[in-house]
């Protein structure tokens, strides 16, 4: 299957020493693709080249095989969305509102939202069920919540490639599963996700594919069975972890906690 | 879902999503036509009534003399003045709503690049060097626009296009401003000039003249425009830089525009009435207290809701103590309370 977004050779620094060097990664329909990378390895920072906000200083993003630097903004808009982590914002708009900034380019400068875009944000907010919300403050709804808002408004942009920056943080651990069964359910629909994440385990729970980012460069990228491994996440965070099997081929993270006190109970563990 | 359920209604018509600031267009419409009456010269609403049917007639079916009398009071001396209150009014608040949602914080008001501190300089300038009205409103204006330009500049140099650095680099230009305001108040005569100065700081109407209102009512009402018609991209960035980009919108051309007709309207209030303060803070917390955060409807909410404070604050400025007291004195005193009630009653939406 063809990409739909394409990064070749991209790299990016917002003056002296580069933050992304020589990045190439693609994005291809309805996969969910998930970034692991330690802070300040570039994630956020990809995030945004790949969206357009960022210009790459050399390669080429292409979106649909169109370089993105040729495009306009709103035409980048209509067919990719940016889900930022939940923010609060010093006016209280109401969710309606929020999700009905996801119409404002498909309006002219002239003409205010029409009864199409009241429409279009009506059924996102029930696509992810989250309707009995709209008229209530987005700075009163919980984080969960603003997450379901921000995702209802790039669905009602109409565009289906979503690139979310640490979606799950500041989540209580129900609402974190909720969105990722939120997330599978949407990619299973045909969206296309890029989502950044520190938690080794969601990769492993949802993700098709698995891209790891180190100082700017990517150091890894496949099958979250061959990326995810235990030498592979040390490498990347420099903490000790076991990758077991669970259930139904389902694998998980457990880091190994290197308490001072108790250092021969965990080098036992390792030789074990 | 209640609540939800009344989204589902067909999508308001302009009328009815507009219907506070139709409504209180109307009580505007009142208060003006009310602010004809009163006055050092009463004039009851009879004789206003018949002087403009006589106006309409070309002079006709009124005594020449009352004639005369009334078209120096109402058409010279009341009107021009009515008008400029509310424009006045209008555009500091439209201009404080716009600047409130760009720089997404709710305790910006205009002056915030310093076009209010570079037109005072301006206008003092002018005063002791010239002592021409003409030479004092066109160095007013042309001092706030290069003060806020002085503020873009120093953001520039610093090739970053963050908001943070634009505030930093309004905050350097108001500094520069207000000490050569004070140079200038130094080398002013004493006897003359300094009190003039002093008293067109404290803002006033009572200097406006027919022919300045006349020549700026059309840049003032297209900057409000302006500003109206940009509202729906505000709310987009009032989201932050990028997300606006990533939802479509051009954020440097937008933030331009509104920055660009924002100090120009700003400017020309000083031009016509001096230094007003608090209008642009305090009328946009209050309009949003009541019609809420969009601005598709709060700009223009806003701007009805200023022109009819500074409408009646002047009315009280002019009527209330036996001698005029500045407005701007008027305004302060009576916005200052409200901005802190309002602030109280709305601090739940900054958590």
Known sequence: MTAVLDARDVSFGYGGAPILEGISLSLKKAEVVTLLGPNGSGKSTLLKVLLGIHRCRSGEVRLDGRPLRALA???????????????????????????????????????????????????????????????????????????????????????????????????????????????????????????TTHFPDHALLIADRVVLLKQGRIVGDGHPQQVVTQDNVRRLYEVAVDIVSIRDGYRCCVPRLNRSDNKRAGGRAVER | MTAWDDSRRPAPSFVSRHRWAWGLSLVLAAASAASLMVGRYAVPPGDILGFFMALYAGGEGMDASRFQELHVLLLDVRLPRIVAAMLIGAALASSGTAFQALFMNPLVSPGLLGVLAGASFGAALAMVFFDHWLAVQVSAFLFGLIAVGLALGIAALYRANSLLILVLGGIISTGLFASLLSLVKFVADPYDQLPAIVMWLMGRLSNVDARTVTVLVVPLLAGMFALGLSAKYLNVLSMGDGEATALGVNVRRIRCVVIFWATLISALTVVMAGRIEWIGLVIPHVARFLVGPNNEILVPFSAVLGALFLLIVDNIARNLFPVEVPVGVVTELIGIPIFLFVLLKTRKEWA
């Open chain 1, 73 to 195: 903004p709103v035409d980048i808009a209509k067919r990719m969305a940016y889900v930022p982590q939940s923010h609060s914002l010093s006016f209280a708009y109401s969710v309606f509102d929020v999700v009905l900034m996801g119409r404002v380019m498909h309006r002219s400068l002239w003409s205010s939202y029409s009864r199409e875009d009241r429409l279009h944000a009506e059924n996102a907010l029930e696509r992810l069920r989250i309707a009995h919300l709209a008229h209530r403050p987005y700075t009163e709804i919980s984080g969960g919540e603003r997450q379901l808002a921000l995702i209802a408004r790039a669905l009602a942009q109409g565009a289906d490639i979503l690139i979310m920056d640490e979606p799950v943080s500041g989540l209580d651990y129900g609402n974190q599963v909720r969105l990722l069964e939120q997330i599978a359910l949407l990619a299973s629909d045909g969206l296309t996700f890029l989502k």
